[in-house]
């Protein structure tokens, strides 16, 4: 058994298909497929049904495949442990973030990535948090933007910044002429949310107290992946919708007459650079978190906002 082979088995599962995960490897098929027969043989399991198309994993070869994701992961380890006393900043990164926050970090972070003489390649792409936890753990990613705390004892949390809820609501509402708006007065069922996948409606549930109705009627007519479209939903369709302070500031300054403060509220929810407890890279991840503050204003770094932060459920 070799790192080659495992890296192969891993390229076959991405693309369910030999032809081009021979490409992306670099070799030609009939290598690739010798190699991973020979891996086979050498086990005495099937790792791939060659009877199906695409081809997928056996079950037996599903959790190979997962074995063999963390196994290169602690085998690059080394190399990452000699660059990092060697002191050098160079190397890809990759890192997965929240698509409630992707819109509005991405386009400046990777301006600031591009123009940096550190040589750190960012590669980036958007995945719920239950998804990237999964992916921090078996080395798919070096790490994750994301709401914390997640409370899980494999991962280390870097705080990055923490920003405050705003109700977002339509001008046509009988609210509309408030400074602030009372949830604990608002009909929970005029309130719109995200859907399920997203850590965000977790919290925004926890802030309205929803746990505590006993209510058996449906609390939204339509859940969004998107908080741009909630905020449109609101605007044709009435209700309000809650949505973080990163949010709030891109909107559009005709909308901006929508956003509402929470009466009596001053809770917040954490944005961490999240990464496995034995990643070693900590110079890059230090790099990475100061390269993201730029991006985030000053007075949503404050580390005394810490103890306002509202628990994630994802």
Not at 95 to 101: K, R, S
Not at 174 to 189: A, H, M, T, W
Not at 252 to 279: T, Y
Request: proline residues 4%.
């Amino acid at each position: 058994m070799t790192i080659q082979q495992l890296e192969y088995i891993i390229a076959v599962d991405n693309y369910r298909h030999f032809a081009k995960a021979a490409e992306a490897c670099y070799i030609t098929q009939p290598t690739l497929s010798m190699m991973i027969q020979k891996l086979e043989d050498e086990l005495d399991v099937k790792i791939f049904d060659r009877m199906v198309q695409p081809v997928v994993p056996t079950g037996i070869g599903k959790k190979i495949i997962q074995q063999a994701h963390t196994s290169i992961y602690h085998f690059n380890r080394i190399k990452e442990l000699v660059t990092d006393e060697k002191d050098i900043l160079t190397g890809d990164f990759k890192m997965g973030i929240i698509p409630t926050i992707a819109t509005y970090l991405v386009p400046e972070l990777l301006r600031l990535v591009s123009e940096s003489e550190a040589g750190i390649n960012l590669l980036m792409q958007e995945i719920p948090t239950s998804v990237m936890v999964e992916s921090i753990l078996n080395g798919k990613v070096d790490g994750g933007l994301a709401a914390t705390p997640l409370k899980n004892p494999l991962l280390v949390e870097i705080p990055v910044y923490y920003e405050k809820f705003y109700a977002y609501i339509s001008p046509e509402d009988n609210v509309s002429e408030e400074e602030e708006i009372d949830l604990s007065n608002i009909d929970i069922q005029k309130i719109w949310l995200l859907d399920n996948i997203h850590c965000l409606r977790g919290q925004v549930e926890s802030l309205c107290k929803r746990k505590k109705e006993n209510s058996q009627h449906r609390t939204v007519n339509y859940e969004s992946g998107s908080l741009d479209t909630l905020i449109n939903i609101v605007d044709y369709n009435g209700g309000l919708t809650i949505i973080p302070e990163m949010t709030a500031m891109g909107l559009p300054e005709e909308k901006q007459n929508n956003l509402r403060k929470i009466k009596g509220d001053i809770s917040v929810r954490e944005i961490s650079l999240v990464v496995s407890s034995n990643f070693v890279r900590q110079r890059m991840a230090g790099a990475i978190v100061g390269m993201i503050k730029k991006t985030v204003p000053k007075s949503m770094q404050d580390p005394a906002l810490g103890k306002y932060v509202i628990d994630v459920h994802y």
